[in-house]
């Protein structure tokens, strides 16, 4: 296994397949991409790491593929308390499937709905798929 990179903060800006966003966004219809970048936002209301989404309100139905540096978990616990502050909307994480750390066990499990996804995810890079993810990714909702 390649630890390096698996757990490293190096490779943080994972770019959401267009096909899987597509089918989300059909079912929960976003209002908001909360960690996008200029080049890679998926609707046109987003927030990148210059907004700093970590100190932003979040509105209506939010989509985060937040960055997978030593971070998430504090995207992870944003996407929460944004869930407690209006319960009424939905918020749907994609993020990496890992089940033992400290911001899944407090903010994940049994407070969401999570999705396994079989497989390995092969993310883009402007547009054009890499090579499938050196992790398992989930499916991480709030409001359901």
């Not at 989404?53 to 971070?71: D, E, H, I, M, T």
């Not at 066990?105 to 497989?119: H, L, M, N, W």
Request: glycine fraction near 4%; charged fraction near 30%; include cysteine.
């Amino acid at each position: 296994m390649n630890k390096d990179l698996m757990f490293s903060s190096k490779k943080m800006d994972w770019e959401t397949p267009q096909v899987l966003f597509e089918q989300l966004n059909r079912k929960f219809k976003f209002d908001l991409d909360a960690c996008a970048s200029d080049e890679n936002h998926k609707i046109d209301n987003y927030f990148t790491e210059k907004d700093d989404a970590l100190v932003q309100k979040w509105g209506g139905n939010v989509f985060v593929n937040p960055p997978y540096g030593r971070s998430i978990g504090d995207f992870i616990k944003k996407a929460y308390e944004e869930h407690l502050r209006d319960p009424n909307r939905f918020i749907v994480m994609l993020v990496p499937s890992r089940t033992d750390t400290r911001y899944w066990q407090d903010y994940v499990i049994d407070k969401s709905t999570i999705k396994y996804i079989r497989g390995r995810l092969k993310f883009e890079v402007d547009g054009v798929a890499t090579d499938a993810a050196p992790f398992p990714s989930a499916l991480v909702v709030y409001g359901m």
